[in-house]
C-alpha cells in the first residue's frame, strides 16, 4: 500500500501563506489531491491534480491556492496563500486509483491512499 506523508502545516496570522508537501512511497500517474477537515464536518476537497498537470480547484480557494506535483521527487505540494481563518483544518494528501475527472477528482471517497493529515491553523 502506499505511504503518504504531509509536512509544511503551522499556525499562521490571517493574510499569510504556507506550503504543504506530501511525499508518497511510490509513483503514480493517477489523481493525487489534497483534502481538509474540521472537527464535526465531512472531508472537503481542496485541490487536485493528474500526471498530465491538468488541475481542479473547490470555489474556496481559487485564486489564492495552487497545486503542484514533481513526479521524479514523488511529492505533491499545496502552495497556500492569503490564509483566511476559515481555512483552518487538517489538511490530508491523497492518492486516486483513477486519473483525474470534472466529475470526482475533489470527492473523498474516489481516493485510495491517504496520508496522516497536517494541522493549519489560521488566526485573525
Known amino acids: 500500500q502506499r505511504q503518504l506523508v504531509e509536512s509544511g502545516g503551522g499556525s499562521v496570522q490571517s493574510g499569510g501563506s504556507l506550503r504543504l508537501s506530501c511525499v508518497s512511497s511510490e509513483y503514480t500517474r493517477h489523481c493525487m489531491g489534497w483534502f481538509r477537515q474540521t472537527q464535526g464536518k465531512e472531508r472537503e476537497g481542496v485541490a487536485a491534480i493528474d500526471s498530465d498537470g491538468r488541475l481542479f480547484y473547490a470555489d474556496t480557494v481559487k485564486g489564492r491556492f495552487t497545486i503542484s506535483r514533481d513526479s521524479a521527487k514523488k511529492t505533491l505540494y499545496l502552495q497556500m496563500n492569503s490564509l483566511q481563518p476559515e481555512d483552518t483544518a487538517v489538511y490530508y494528501c491523497?492518492?486516486?486509483?483513477?486519473?483525474?475527472?470534472?466529475?470526482?477528482?475533489?470527492?473523498?471517497?474516489?481516493?485510495?491512499?491517504w496520508g496522516p493529515g497536517t494541522q493549519v491553523t489560521v488566526s485573525s
Open positions: 491523497a492518492a486516486s486509483a483513477f486519473y483525474c475527472s470534472d466529475w470526482y477528482s475533489l470527492i473523498a471517497s474516489t481516493y485510495a491512499d
